[in-house]
């Protein structure tokens, strides 16, 4: 089975919830974005990674907008399921942006990476340019929905498409390239369910769309 869950942002007690127990032994877990676990290289993060990298299924993450883009970048660039990941243990997969994955029959098309609310916070400090999607990212996943014909059991990604921006109410006047290229794909792409991370709620939003946080949603 697989299941999508929100931002997890480093907080190990995310896999002890009640929600997380529908997991189980050979599931794939894929998380929105801002999976956060590989952050600062402390003694208490490693800790955190071999819990989870003891865990009996797998975690699957899309980077979000609260990622160390050095940490992760350091990893060698490897194919899973159909498409470029970083293996960061044997069950904990960094999906990368525009890549479409056949888990389980499902064909999933992924893209990470967005824009921090709080940047103007963090822009000294620990603020990467490169969660930001680029030109070239986009692209690269404009040409793998051609290769796919346009359809998707899922789309999973961090940012929500700029049409539920405003829906939702969430970083209304944050516009990116990434934002139209979703608009773009509502309007070519045929996929049954959509999901988005960086809001911070569980919300359904008829009919295909779920913006997710918390909960632990099965793809059926």
Avoid at 51 to 77: Q, R, S, V
Wanted: one cysteine or more; proline letters at 4%; glycine letters at 8%.
């Amino acid at each position: 089975m697989i299941y999508v869950t929100g931002d997890t942002h480093g907080d190990i007690t995310r896999f002890k919830s009640p929600e997380m127990k529908k997991v189980g032994r050979g599931d794939t877990l894929i998380i929105a974005g801002d999976f956060g676990f590989l952050w600062d290289n402390s003694k208490q993060e490693a800790a955190a990674l071999k819990k989870l990298a003891d865990k009996n299924f797998t975690i699957a993450f899309l980077d979000g907008c609260h990622e160390n883009f050095d940490m992760l970048e350091k990893y060698p660039i490897e194919e899973w399921k159909g498409g470029k990941v970083h293996i960061i243990a044997p069950n904990i997969i960094h999906l990368l942006r525009g890549q479409v994955y056949t888990i389980e029959k499902s064909r999933i098309f992924t893209f990470g990476g967005g824009h921090s609310q709080d940047i103007e916070f963090r822009r000294d400090n620990d603020w990467w340019e490169r969660e930001q999607p680029s030109h070239e990212e986009i692209k690269e996943g404009i040409a793998h929905l051609r290769e796919n014909n346009y359809k998707f059991d899922y789309i999973i990604t961090h940012e929500p498409p700029a049409s539920l921006k405003e829906c939702l109410g969430v970083d209304v006047l944050e516009r990116l390239e990434v934002h139209a290229f979703f608009e773009d794909i509502i309007k070519t792409c045929k996929y049954r369910e959509w999901f988005f991370g960086k809001c911070h709620i569980d919300k359904h939003i008829p009919i295909k769309f779920h913006a997710v946080f918390n909960s632990v949603i099965p793809l059926k």
